[in-house]
Structure formats: C-alpha cells, structure tokens
C-alpha cells in the first residue's frame, strides 16, 4: 500500500503565506490521484477545503487554495487567521482505493 | 441539506461483536459512495473502506481487508460498519463520509472503546 507524506508540523505567522505539502511514496502526485485536503479542528470532524487538486466548497476560504508543486499536491494558505490553526490531512486516491496522509499540525503564531 | 448521522458511542469487551451505522438523509442515498474512517486517540486519520449502496460494490483498504465488515441497506438509508470480534485496538473513532467532491459530508463520527 502506498505511503502519503505530509509534514508533521508547520507554524505560520498571523497574515503569513505557508504551504503544505503532500508526498506519494509510488513517485509524483499527479491529477490523476485527485488530491484533497481536509481540515480538522480539535473535537470536530474533518471537513473538505479542496478536493481533484483544486477545487473549492462553497464554504472554504478564499485564502486556501489546492495544487500540485513539484511532484507534491500542496495546499496554500495566504494570509493566516487565528481560526486556521488545526490538523491539515490530504487524501490521494489510488485507482478504487484511498490514502489519507498523517497529517499537519498547523500552529498559527 | 444533505445529512449523514452515525449511532453513539459504545462502550464493548475483547472478542464482542459490534455494528455502528451511518443514515444519509436529503440526498439520492443509493447514487453516492460512503467512505468509513477511523481516527484512533490523539493520531490521524486512516481510509478503511468505501461503498456503493447501489449495488453494495465494496473496497477495502489492505490495512482493514479481514478485519471489518462494510454493508448497506438501501431501503433504509443506512451502512454499517462491523466487528466480529473486538480489540483493544479497534478502540476509536469512526466517521462516515459522502464521495462527492471530495468527502462534502462527514458524519458526527461513533466513539468506540473497547476495554476490559
């Protein structure tokens, strides 16, 4: 089975630019994995922020966006609030089956 | 509004069965897929399974392959996930989640501990 790879941790400052990475152990993320990503506030379920690289919900801030960088999907955040401190995870999909990565913990500080 | 709710939290021993569901409501229930996640304390999220309540197409992920059994009832609306026999480390918590744009909708996840 594949492994996804995330960063453990990132700090951003308030108002500041940071992205998270997102990494397949089979080799580059392409499109073709349809790449997601979920953030999850303590005590909360997770929700979607993007999902097929770059795709927004109705309800994701303007300030998050999805991508692929260098062989990575990425997400984007530019311009931190304090209610963005939470655990990121990103899901690849694998032909039928699905992988979440282990998540970031995104310290807004 | 589309909505997924899951049954509570339960509370088992070493080696008893369990079946926890999740029940779709304001959408076509049969026309989507419904993922299952666990969330053990304090570490990430794992994809376990996914199913098609259609036509009950079901895939697992090898890590859950054998160990858990996923299955709908359309006429009601509702998968369940479920344990023959339990573990100490299946103790979690498990959400379901609607495939639609990624996962829109996300149950309120079920709280399982199992402990002697």
């Known amino acids: 089975q594949a492994v996804v790879t995330q960063e453990p941790s990132l700090t951003v400052s308030p108002g500041g630019t940071v992205t998270l990475t997102c990494g397949s152990s089979?080799?580059?993320?392409?499109?073709?994995?349809?790449p997601n990503w979920f953030q999850q506030r303590p005590g909360q379920a997770p929700r979607t922020l993007t999902y097929?690289?770059?795709n927004k919900h109705s309800w994701t801030p303007a300030r998050f966006s999805g991508s692929l960088l260098g062989g990575k999907a990425a997400l984007t955040l530019s311009g931190a609030q304090p209610e963005d401190e939470a655990d990121y995870y990103c899901l690849l999909s694998y032909s039928s089956l699905r992988v979440f990565g282990g998540g970031t913990k995104l310290t807004v500080l | 509004e589309v909505q997924l709710v899951q049954s509570g939290p339960e509370v088992k021993k070493p080696g008893e069965s369990l079946k926890i569901s999740c029940k779709g409501s304001?959408?076509?229930?049969?026309?989507?897929?419904i993922a299952w996640v666990r969330q053990m304390p304090g570490k990430g999220l794992e994809w376990m399974g996914i199913i098609y309540p259609g036509d009950s197409d079901t895939r697992y992920s090898p890590s859950f392959q054998g160990q858990v059994t996923i299955s709908a009832d359309k006429s009601i609306s509702t998968t369940y996930l479920q344990w023959s026999s339990l573990k100490a480390s299946d103790t979690a918590m498990y959400y379901c989640a609607r495939h639609s744009g990624g996962y829109n909708s996300w149950g309120q996840g079920t709280l399982v501990t199992v402990s002697s």
């Open positions: 304001g959408y076509s229930f049969s026309d989507y897929w």
């Open positions: 097929d690289t770059s």
């Open positions: 089979t080799g580059a993320v392409t499109s073709g994995h349809y």
